[in-house]
């Protein structure tokens, strides 16, 4: 075999698909290097663009019908005439506000009131936290967000949770509510029975207390919470000094579990959100919200709130009083039937089966508050008036019930939504249940409401004798009906010679439109006695001089007319030219007893007033302020912390502002912003003042009168004396 060295040095050539593969290979393994696998996005990236799209989806389907798609805002979609729904876009408390929370807290609780519902418990936790973001991000808004992106508490929250379970077991109610919620903070706790609402350290440690009193000899067994998540900034919290106001929020899982005073376990499980806010030194729960009941365990007959059905997807009309002339399709065998089909009794209530009554007793029906104290009374119905019946207002939340005490004034008192442990009323039922009330309680479909007597069934009467004025005045106190909020107010309680000239306006929203009282000389021109008769008619005078006639519901509002015989007395006085002390002849009916005597005047350096009256006076606007940065502080402070008090103002709350100045009541802010609200004085964080203007308190209601705060300001002058007719302690 011949060997041929040329051919073993020199190989064939190279085949040409393995120069196209080895190109291939090339080509493919450059453009990874130029162009590296996109790494997958995290779980917290996913769940930011899940929530975004989540967030405007649930803006546009639940809160663009009244706020507009552009957050500017729409006309009321149920009241489309009077009132425009406030703006979102650009809001600096709540849509760009510092902190997330207070759109937060708003989107669940709702805005009582309102159309605002509570979305609470017709949302997610996570459809909750999406909408928030979306408009603290949407129309060019740059607002900080929630990010519940952490699984453990801070150590302080986790000993907050620790004392919170603790304090439930024990049945505390003072702890829950100034243990756990520090005096100076204004915690909110939200359940979806009624629902379940409670603002500020009293209302919250009263509450738990009618929950553990409810329970009974039952036990809290157990409480978790699970699967929770928290958002917070870790620097913030691992800086050696944790300032006011610094947040913490979390939600997740909650359960409940309680052994009944039958030995029967019950529990109940749900979500929840919870806000936690340090303040003085130490951690606090300011805000708790849950979707499930408050009273876990209480007695099923009694007390038992079970979790309700869930609401409709959106707001619907409230009940309220219809507009002069309103209509109704009920009679009282209905409203009895729609009480029926609640299925529930009442045999131990002070109202009892109010609804199995009599029609003449259901209407005049006032039943003892308490039995401990049968003169202290409420009543049922207010004819003609559905906003101011009690029973409007039992049926809807339980909040603000009027309770008439023993001295006849009236005070405010909230009390369990009715019927109490069952389902509530369906609001198109409320509503109808209103307008029949408004209607004036008619016993038959279309019939005619109860009321005062004709006019002309009580002319004044030519002959007999004329009252005093002291018996005038007797003639209304006897009647037992207060007015502190009507234009009015109480007249039969001003001195005579301005009871004679008293003018008033006709509406709070023109002053210059006035009703005269009185006519000296000619009862049947006189507003007073076409207002004890029928209400019809009376002169009213624009703010031009010309007068009008207009109807009014008939006086004493709400409450059982007063008699012809003293109607025909009054007209007789009034044709006299109202003397002071009355003429002889025959008496009209029987005589009360004498005015009594007007106070002496107050010592100098002295005021009539103490601080039980001045929270009488406050209490008596029948205002709320629950989400106002003080607070209703005239049912929460001490006459000491009263004194004191002062209160965050401004988006960021480094501003505050001082409620009273002892021995300084022009310069007092409360005395200015009953007036006016003008150039309150509020200190900067460097200790500089200045003044801003605010809306006149109380924010949209009637007015303290002026005689009321002239007796507020010279309480205040007298260096705030905590006891009526004493000096005050404080220095000058």
């Given at each position: 075999m011949d060997f041929e060295p040329r051919r073993a040095e020199t190989p064939q050539p190279i085949p040409t698909?393995?120069?196209?593969?080895?190109?291939?290979?090339?080509?493919?393994?450059?453009?990874?290097?130029?162009?590296?696998?996109?790494?997958?996005?995290?779980?917290?990236?996913?769940?930011?663009?899940?929530?975004?799209?989540?967030?405007?989806?649930?803006?546009?389907?639940?809160?663009?019908?009244?706020?507009?798609?552009?957050?500017?805002?729409?006309?009321?979609?149920?009241?489309?005439?009077?009132?425009?729904?406030?703006?979102?876009?650009?809001?600096?408390?709540?849509?760009?506000?510092?902190?997330?929370?207070?759109?937060?807290?708003?989107?669940?609780?709702?805005?009582?009131?309102?159309?605002?519902?509570?979305?609470?418990?017709?949302?997610?936790?996570?459809?909750l936290v999406a909408v928030v973001n979306h408009i603290r991000t949407a129309w060019s808004h740059d607002a900080s967000t929630i990010q519940p992106r952490f699984r453990n508490a801070p150590k302080g929250i986790e000993?907050?949770?620790?004392?919170?379970?603790?304090?439930?077991?024990?049945?505390?109610?003072?702890?829950?509510?100034?243990?756990?919620?520090?005096?100076?903070?204004?915690?909110?706790?939200?359940?979806?029975?009624?629902?379940?609402?409670?603002?500020?350290?009293?209302?919250?440690?009263s509450e738990w207390k009618g929950y553990?009193?409810?329970?009974?000899?039952?036990?809290?067994?157990d409480v978790q919470l699970t699967d929770v998540r928290y958002d917070y900034d870790p620097d913030i919290l691992a800086s050696e000094t944790v300032k006011d106001r610094t947040y913490v929020f979390a939600m997740g899982r909650i359960f409940?579990?309680?052994?009944?005073?039958?030995?029967?376990?019950?529990?109940?499980?749900?979500?929840?959100?919870?806000?936690?806010?340090?303040?003085?030194?130490?951690?606090?729960?300011?805000?708790?919200?849950?979707?499930?009941?408050?009273?876990?365990?209480?007695?099923?007959?009694?007390?038992?709130?079970?979790?309700?059905?869930?609401?409709?997807?959106?707001?619907?009309?409230?009940?309220?009083?219809?507009?002069a002339g309103a209509t109704t399709d009920l009679g009282y065998a209905d409203v009895q039937a729609l009480f029926a089909a609640l299925g529930q009794k009442a045999p131990n209530a002070g109202h009892?089966?109010?609804?199995?009554?009599?029609?003449?007793?259901?209407?005049?029906?006032?039943?003892?508050?308490?039995?401990?104290?049968?003169?202290?009374?409420?009543?049922?119905?207010?004819?003609?008036?559905?906003?101011?019946?009690?029973?409007?207002?039992?049926?809807?939340?339980?909040?603000g019930l009027a309770v008439k005490l023993?001295?006849?004034?009236?005070v405010e008192r909230d009390v369990q939504r009715m019927p109490k442990g069952g389902k509530p009323m369906p609001p198109e039922q409320i509503a109808a249940l209103a307008r029949w009330i408004d209607a004036g309680c008619p016993r038959e479909r279309g019939g005619a409401a109860p009321g005062g007597p004709a006019r002309d069934s009580a002319p004044p009467a030519p002959g007999g004798r004329v009252p005093a004025y002291a018996e005038v005045q007797g003639y209304f106190r006897d009647l037992g009906q207060t007015a502190p909020n009507a234009g009015h107010e109480n007249f039969w309680e001003l001195p005579y010679e301005e009871f004679v000239a008293l003018e008033f306006p006709y509406s709070f929203d023109d002053p210059e439109v006035t009703v005269r009282l009185l006519v000296p000389g000619d009862a049947r021109a006189s507003n007073l006695i076409k207002a004890l008769?029928?209400?019809?008619?009376?002169?009213?005078?624009?703010?031009?001089?010309?007068?009008?006639?207009?109807?009014?519901?008939?006086?004493?509002?709400?409450?059982?007319?007063?008699?012809?015989?003293?109607?025909?007395?009054?007209?007789?006085?009034?044709?006299?030219?109202?003397?002071?002390?009355g003429a002889t002849g025959p008496a009209a009916g029987p005589a009360p007893g004498p005015a009594p005597e007007a106070p002496p005047p107050a010592a100098p350096g002295v005021s009539d007033l103490g601080y039980a009256e001045v929270v009488a006076l406050l209490k008596g606007l029948k205002q709320r302020a629950k989400h106002a940065p003080h607070g209703e502080f005239w049912r929460e402070l001490s006459w000491r912390e009263f004194v004191e008090f002062e209160f965050p103002v401004g988006e960021s709350g480094d501003e505050r502002m001082r409620l009273v100045v002892p021995y300084d009541g022009a310069g007092s802010n409360l005395i200015r912003a009953l007036k006016d609200g003008k150039a309150l004085r509020v200190r900067r964080p460097d200790g500089s003042e200045v003044e801003r203007d605010f809306e006149r308190m109380p924010k949209g209601g009637a007015p303290l009168s002026a005689a009321d705060l002239a007796r507020l300001k010279a309480w205040v002058d007298a260096g705030c004396p905590e006891h009526a007719g004493q000096p005050s302690a404080l220095p000058r």
């Open positions: 698909w393995a120069w196209v593969l080895f190109l291939a290979v090339t080509a493919w393994t450059m453009f990874y290097v130029f162009n590296p696998v996109p790494q997958r996005r995290d779980a917290s990236a996913q769940s930011a663009v899940s929530l975004a799209n989540a967030g405007e989806r649930v803006y546009v389907d639940t809160c663009a019908r009244c706020h507009g798609e552009d957050g500017l805002g729409l006309r009321d979609p149920f009241d489309p005439g009077i009132t425009p729904v406030k703006r979102l876009r650009d809001t600096r408390t709540l849509a760009v506000a510092e902190h997330p929370y207070a759109l937060l807290t708003k989107i669940v609780t709702g805005v009582p009131g309102t159309q605002m519902p509570a979305w609470g418990p017709r949302l997610t936790n996570e459809e000993q907050l949770e620790e004392a919170l379970k603790v304090a439930m077991k024990r049945k505390d109610a003072e702890a829950m509510g100034q243990c756990c919620w520090p005096r100076g903070t204004r915690p909110i706790l939200f359940r979806v029975d009624g629902p379940r609402f409670a603002a500020g350290v009293d209302e919250v440690a553990f009193e409810a329970l009974g000899a039952g036990e809290i067994t409940l579990e309680t052994l009944t005073a039958e030995r029967k376990t019950v529990s109940e499980k749900g979500r929840f959100l919870r806000l936690y806010q340090f303040y003085g030194g130490a951690w606090t729960l300011a805000f708790d919200f849950a979707d499930i009941p408050m009273r876990v365990g209480c007695d099923p007959d009694a007390e038992y709130c079970p979790v309700p059905e869930p609401p409709g997807p959106g707001p619907g009309p409230g009940p309220g009083p219809q507009p009892e089966n109010f609804w199995e009554l009599p029609y003449e007793e259901f209407v005049a029906l006032e039943f003892p508050y308490s039995f401990d104290d049968p003169e202290v009374t409420v009543r049922l119905l207010v004819p003609g008036d559905a906003r101011a019946s009690n029973l409007i207002r039992a049926l809807t939340d339980g909040k023993a001295d006849g004034s009236v008769t029928d209400g019809k008619g009376l002169a009213v005078k624009l703010a031009d001089g010309s007068e009008v006639e207009r109807d009014v519901q008939r006086m004493p509002k709400g409450g059982k007319p007063m008699p012809p015989e003293r109607v025909a007395a009054i007209a007789r006085w009034i044709d006299a030219g109202c003397p002071r002390d």
